[in-house]
């Protein structure tokens, strides 16, 4: 999910930023280096923002599955009002 996510941040900001480049009239040398280099950066954020999305889905997950064990073991008991 995090590669995904990453390749496709990065490859919108490629892009748009080449399109932005050849827009404002830049040579195409320096408007793929800058494409590139603000990919690369784009794809790194979306790399770390898709690993913490990934945790944060596992750990509700693992909440919920641990809620409805816990609620079978207790043969549909209300956990909240027994404590």
Sequence with gaps: MALQYAFRLGTLTFAATLIRSALE???FVNGLQDSM???LIFL???????????HIVE??????????????ETGGKDVKAST
Excluded: P
């Design 44 to 54: 790194c954020i979306g790399f770390v923002i898709g690993e913490i999305s990934r």
């Design 25 to 27: 009239g830049a040579s």
């Design 59 to 72: 750990e509700l997950v693992e909440r919920e599955l641990a809620s409805a064990i816990l609620s079978a």
């Design 37 to 39: 280099i603000i990919g």
